[in-house]
């Protein structure tokens, strides 16, 4: 019973709300920690703190389900039967596509557990612990809540648990929270209303990593109960959706296999009562529905997508699930992150304060280059003393390095640093020499509690307290003003006019800075009294600045009908207003991560219709957004770094993670991985997702277009009972051309020009909506007319068998050589297309002229393939009649951009 009630105690605790005390007496432990015996006990009640994955499918199971689908099952059966009647060649080929498409799907299977795992390699393998009084360590899977872990520099934390003692604790939470900088930690109690993660500055987790300072926690919750088991939780019960072209090739393949099928037998019925023998009507038949069935299709699906991966890692684009590129395309929604993303994760300096001038300050990232602009004209930066004064004094109370690296700059440090150290190199200082001459010889680090940093260095003999932090403690800690190389008083007119103008930043969105000194003398030893009664040099604003390329691709998605959400963990007021910036948010609204907690599902399927900014999100709310969106039949995108994205990674129809800071185990959840970490690449993947899809959709309007002309005019021949105009083997013969070289040809069209001010696709309407339905009939009518025409013309002068069905033959076949070129665009004429842009198009339709030459000229192929060498009028007579199909195709388009423009 009093183990049930312990666990009970521990588990849903709102700890961070409760006093030191109160979180030891709760936990039943003290500041000496656990006793060997009980810890054991209680590893017994809880088990072992460890991420626990669930039993997988072995890969045996996984690769045969990749069989059960119609469309495969009737290739199979149509790739036998192909055998039984001696076409070997199209029973190979089938077999062929069928194998490559079944890896192709397992290997994307088979990867979607990874996640658990790299989740896993995160955990700490051993922790440092206090039991009974003494320090020891301990394997971390050892660990019990109510343990006190003791944390270092360096040390990863290996539980969730409350800090009881910190000393200038920093803590990087990035894989969690998404908060790019390290956290200064406490052990002060917390608000209680403060619920997203990174407000909860007295807490700590699992699988995060101390960068600096000390402390002492207890533990609070270990395995499967830390936020990071809740993660691996969500992950292993998040299902992801199929994408809508699996779904939509689902339902096309079953369709068309019962229509092959039904067809078939109709109309080797119908050839059987007009007295044709019954085996060869069966051969016949089977002929039909092999023909009909579009066996390339997992094949031009799996080559357009391969070949659209190509070019998308050209743009910064690397796909780990193929079928993920096609969902791309019908992407409407795409939540993405701020920092790195749309920002260039570069905190840089815009704006300098001080007592007689404003500047204005060029340039962006952590390239040294840029221009100080004062009442609109560039200034010498070395002219200007403030100004130096306060750059050097800013480089000098600083411990962060500009370094360079194969061309590019970075720094090594905290970003806040960095901007100072980029902006005093833009100065013209040289901050590694500056640093080398006024030497450091004392510090105070930044802390939570004072909000100020402050460093000791000799200048000519003389030691100064250099002092740096929130700007209302450094003015009002200021009791004097340097002005021209020169110390005044500080009146309260100008103190006021400082906080104001700190204020006036703030609201842009700017992360403020206070900068100010005190001369020591002689002494080698900081203390309080050296941080009052200071000298005001002025203040920094300073922001991470959007990428430039983030505006343009922003555009496009408007043009596009493309959605942009941002969803950060910062802070409401800087989210905002760089949405603003990059024109994300223009009429819709922001909401906080708390305000999120007090909405109900439905209020939440209301808001987020009308919402551009969440901030101060925690991963719970990145997957109830995600599913929000999702429930209102939008196709969702979302963005993610760190660990606490995986769960709405794996959830969103596509999940895209960061290349360069993004953590293992949310590449893994991902469908595609950004190599610039750049929301630019995103749009142009999209635009490749859009080209793909289309070119499925080109391959099979072509193919279904050309077989319905086929078997309308063989369906006319057998009602008005005319000579067969096709025999078994022809049927396969063009099939193998126009299902194999033409179709996969088109599948490799390159993007049309404009495909990004066109509207997402509606997925609900299938791979063939109206407009293709449209094309497929009336291009599949015109077809049988042309060649039917041609068939009719040589019987009605006297040819007869084998003569008439070449001519029919032919005619087919040029006839939809002629509308593979109508079907390289839906909207775009064929003569305004670059001809040779497609060379597998011209390659594919030289090839099938070359063969249609062959079983119709050399005299060995004639009694294999049932065909004649034609007189020079029958081939014109049949492309004459055939390219009639490029024409019709035009003026059918020229029809079709009036009425679905």
């Known amino acids: 019973m009093r183990d049930t009630q312990n666990k009970n105690i521990v588990e849903g605790k709102s700890w961070h709300g409760l006093t030191i005390e109160k979180t030891l007496a709760d936990l039943n432990t003290s500041d000496k920690g656990l006793k060997e015996r009980e810890a054991k006990h209680r590893l017994g009640i809880y088990g072992p703190n460890q991420i626990t994955s669930k039993k997988k499918e072995s890969a045996l199971k996984l690769f045969s389900e990749q069989f059960f689908s119609l469309l495969i099952i009737i290739l199979i059966t149509a790739s036998i039967i192909s055998a039984l009647i001696g076409q070997m060649v199209e029973a190979i080929t089938i077999i062929v596509i069928v194998i490559l498409a079944g890896i192709l799907g397992f290997i994307q299977e088979y990867q979607a557990g990874k996640a658990i795992e790299a989740l896993k390699k995160m955990a700490a393998p051993n922790a440092t612990v206090i039991r009974d009084g003494i320090e020891k360590i301990i394997p971390a899977a050892e660990i019990v809540p109510g343990d006190l872990i003791v944390l270092q520099t360096g040390n990863k934390i290996p539980a969730d648990a409350r800090l ?10 990035a894989a969690l929270t998404g908060e790019s900088h390290a956290i200064l930690k406490t052990d002060k109690t917390i608000d209680e209303k403060k619920s997203s993660l990174g407000d909860l500055k007295n807490m700590v987790y699992m699988g995060t990593a101390v960068t600096y300072g000390r402390g002492i926690a207890t533990v609070v919750a270990t395995g499967m109960k830390t936020e990071f088991g809740k993660i691996a939780e969500l992950l292993q019960s998040t299902e992801k959706r199929r994408t809508p072209l699996q779904r939509n090739l689902d339902t096309l393949g079953r369709k068309l296999g019962v229509y092959s099928i039904v067809l078939a037998g109709v109309m080797s019925t119908l050839g059987i009562l007009e007295g044709y023998p019954l085996v060869e009507m069966f051969v016949w038949g089977v002929a039909i529905a092999v023909a009909v069935i579009p066996e390339a299709l997992p094949a031009v699906v799996t080559i357009s997508i391969a070949l659209g991966v190509k070019r998308m890692v050209k743009r910064r684009a690397l796909i780990r699930k193929l079928p993920a590129v096609e969902t791309l395309g019908a992407t409407n929604i795409i939540c993405t992150d701020k920092t790195g993303t749309l920002t260039q994760d570069q905190m840089t300096i815009q704006k300098i304060v001080t007592a007689e001038k404003e500047f204005d300050v060029t340039g962006a990232g952590y390239n040294p280059k ?58 013209g200082i040289n901050v590694r020499e500056s640093r080398k001459k006024f030497k450091r010889i004392d510090e105070i680090p930044f802390s939570s509690e004072t909000k100020k940093m402050t460093t000791l260095n000799m200048v000519e003999n003389v030691n100064f307290a250099f002092t740096k932090g929130a700007p209302e403690i450094i003015i009002n800690n200021s009791t004097k003003i340097f002005i021209d190389g020169k110390e005044r008083e500080l009146t309260d007119e100008e103190r006021e006019r400082f906080i104001a103008k700190s204020e006036e930043l703030s609201a842009k969105a700017l992360r403020v800075l206070g900068f100010a000194y005190k001369e020591t003398g002689t002494r080698n030893k900081l203390g309080e009294s050296d941080r009052e009664g200071m000298t005001l040099f002025g203040i920094v604003g300073m922001i991470d600045p959007p990428r430039p390329e983030v505006k343009e691709a922003i555009k496009t998605c408007e043009r596009a009908s493309i959605k942009p959400i941002m969803i950060t963990g910062d802070h409401k007021t800087t989210a905002v207003a760089i949405a603003k910036e990059l024109g994300i948010m223009k009429n819709g609204g922001s909401i906080t991560g708390t305000e999120l907690e007090k909405l109900n599902d439905e209020e939440l399927d209301r808001l987020v219709e009308y919402t551009d900014v969440y901030a101060r999100i925690s991963p719970s709310h990145k997957l109830k957004i995600v599913q929000a969106l999702m429930n209102k039949g939008n196709i969702v995108a979302m963005t993610g770094d760190g660990v606490n994205d995986a769960p709405a990674l794996k959830r969103a129809d596509i999940g895209i993670a960061m290349g360069i800071k993004g953590t293992e185990v949310s590449r893994e959840a991902a469908d595609m991985i950004l190599t610039d970490d750049n929301f630019a690449s995103i749009v142009a993947a999209v635009e490749e997702g859009r080209s793909i899809f289309e070119n499925i959709r080109k391959y099979l309007v072509y193919l279904l277009s050309g077989n319905l ?33 033409i179709a996969i040809a088109l599948g490799l069209e390159p993007p049309e ?18 407009r293709a339905i449209i094309t497929i009939l009336t291009i599949g009518f015109w077809i049988s007319i042309v060649s039917g025409s041609v068939f009719l013309w040589g019987i009605k002068n006297g040819v007869t068998g084998a003569d008439a069905t070449t001519y029919f033959f032919v005619t ?45 000229e050399i005299p060995l192929f004639h009694l294999a393939f049932d065909t004649i060498t034609l007189s020079l009028k029958g081939w014109i007579v049949a492309f004459l009649a055939a390219s009639t199909t490029l024409l019709f195709g035009e003026a059918l388009k020229l029809i079709m951009r009036r009425k679905f423009s």
């Open 753 to 770: 020009e404009g495909i990004m001010n066109r509207k997402p696709r509606n997925v609900k309407e299938g791979i063939l909506n109206k």
């Open 709 to 741: 002309g086929a078997v309308l005019a063989l369906v006319a021949a057998l009602l008005f009972v005319l000579p067969l105009p096709l025999t078994a083997v022809q049927i396969l013969f063009i099939n193998f051309l126009m299902d194999g070289l």
């Open 370 to 427: 840029g221009e100080f602009i004062f009442n609109g004209k560039a200034v010498n930066a070395k002219e200007e003393k403030t100004l130096n004064f306060l750059l050097t004094a800013g480089s000098l109370c600083n411990d962060t390095v500009l370094d360079r690296a194969d061309g590019h700059y970075g720094i090594i440090g905290d970003p806040t640093e960095g901007a100072i150290v980029v902006c005093a190199e833009k100065a």
């Open 812 to 856: 087919l076949i040029f006839a939809r050589l002629f509308n593979g070129l109508n079907c390289r665009s839906f909207n775009i004429s064929s003569f305004k297309l670059n001809f040779f842009s497609n060379h597998f198009l011209i390659i594919g339709i030289i090839i099938s002229i070359l063969l249609t030459l062959t079983v119709t």
């Open 164 to 173: 009881i003692a910190s000393k200038n604790l920093k803590v990087n939470e």
